[in-house]
Each structure stands twice: as structure tokens, then as C-alpha cells.
């Protein structure tokens, strides 16, 4: 909602300085999968936008299916013209489950999936099943990406088929240990091809 003066919304006009947050999103890129090793944003290419143009930035996933079984989908980043994609992450990871017999419901913290100033590929979920009703779907939102003067931060929520019977629900978050300013993130699975699957990036003002 703009701010009104007089009758007239003047950040709808654009009277206020453009960089007042408003919260709307803008979709920047969309890619798809298809038996891919990985899906790449790099700013500044294929019309990807990711440095200070957004305050925040989210990718969200849709009907991510993994080539090989309970494969998990990972991301990591990078900065400049790096490609090593290894910033050191601390993270935190946990899990809400359920089966679709109504057993096992849990909630707790995963410390096979977080790191300690870690260089790996994050895991954004946990195993994803490989049937062909199989799926994951969810959202991971980075915040100022090219800040030279602090860490940056990521949330995600996913939720995915887990070996054919589960519900599980996965939160991580976390932040890459650098005040450079990051250019690229990169997708991929822990094990084999990302079968099928679409990742939009958009931008948030």
C-alpha cells in the first residue's frame, strides 16, 4: 500500500525514494530441468539480476524429481568470477515427518544436514523420492546477497516424498561466512541428475 498524500499514493507514482522496501516480488528467471546436472543464476547473464537491485532474493522450486532415489537438493554460492562454489556456511537444519499410515510423526533437528563453517553444498532437504508421483516443492530466500559489510543470511522450507511414504516437512537456515559480495548460486542434487523440475528467482523490494 502507497503512502498517501493529499489524495494521491505517492510511492505508487514514485515519489519516494525508490529503495523504501514495499515487499513486491518480481520474477527475474526461470529455469527448467531435464536430466540436468545442475541449474546456475549468475548474475548478469541470461538476464539473471542478483546483486543490490533487491533487498532479498527468493528461488522458489516447483515438482523438483530427483534421477536417483532419496536424493536431497543442495545449493552453494559464489563470488566475482569464483566458480569453486565453497563459501564457508554455518547452518542449522530440522524436520517435521509423518507416514502416510499415520506413524512416526516426529519433529526434530537434523545434524547430518548442517554445517559448521562447512565449504559443502547445503542440503535444502532431505532425501526426495524417485517414483514417478514423487516430487518436492518449497522456497529459499537469500537476504542482501551484495552487501560488502555483513554475513548473508538464507531461510528455506521445503516440503518432499521421502522413500515412497513420507511427508517430510524440512526448515534449514543459515548464512555464508563472507562480506563479499555473492554473484552466483548454484543447484544440484547430493547424488546423480536432476530428472525434471523448475526454479524461479525472483527479486523483493
Known amino acids: 500500500m502507497g503512502v498517501i498524500s493529499n489524495g494521491t499514493t505517492l510511492l505508487d507514482a514514485g515519489a519516494?525514494?525508490?529503495g523504501i522496501p514495499t515487499g513486491a516480488m518480481t520474477l527475474i528467471k526461470t529455469l527448467t530441468a531435464s536430466t540436468s546436472a545442475t541449474l546456475d543464476f549468475l548474475n548478469g547473464a541470461s538476464s539473471v539480476v542478483f546483486d543490490d537491485t533487491y533487498d532479498a532474493y527468493v528461488f522458489k522450486f516447483y515438482n523438483i524429481h530427483p534421477a536417483t532415489n532419496t536424493a536431497k537438493l543442495t545449493f552453494q554460492a559464489d563470488t566475482g568470477t569464483n566458480t569453486n562454489y565453497n563459501i564457508a556456511v554455518t547452518s542449522t537444519f530440522f524436520t517435521s515427518q509423518h507416514r502416510e499410515d499415520g506413524n512416526n510423526g516426529a519433529l526434530g533437528y537434523e545434524?547430518?544436514?548442517d554445517q559448521a563453517q562447512g565449504t559443502a553444498f547445503q542440503d535444502i532437504t532431505n532425501?526426495?523420492?524417485n517414483l514417478n508421483d514423487e516430487n518436492m516443492n518449497g522456497e529459499l530466500k537469500i537476504f542482501s546477497p551484495s552487501s560488502g559489510t555483513f554475513v548473508k543470511h538464507f531461510i528455506s522450507t521445503v516440503q518432499s516424498n521421502?522413500?515412497?511414504n513420507w511427508s517430510m516437512n524440512s526448515y534449514m537456515a543459515g548464512y555464508f561466512n563472507t562480506t563479499t559480495a555473492l554473484t552466483r548460486a548454484?543447484?544440484?542434487m547430493s547424488s546423480g541428475n536432476i530428472d525434471s523440475g523448475i526454479i524461479k528467482l525472483y527479486g523483493i523490494k
Open 16 to 18: 519516494l525514494d525508490s
Open 111 to 113: 545434524a547430518s544436514h
Open 127 to 129: 532425501g526426495i523420492g
Open 162 to 164: 521421502y522413500d515412497t
Open 186 to 188: 548454484q543447484f544440484k
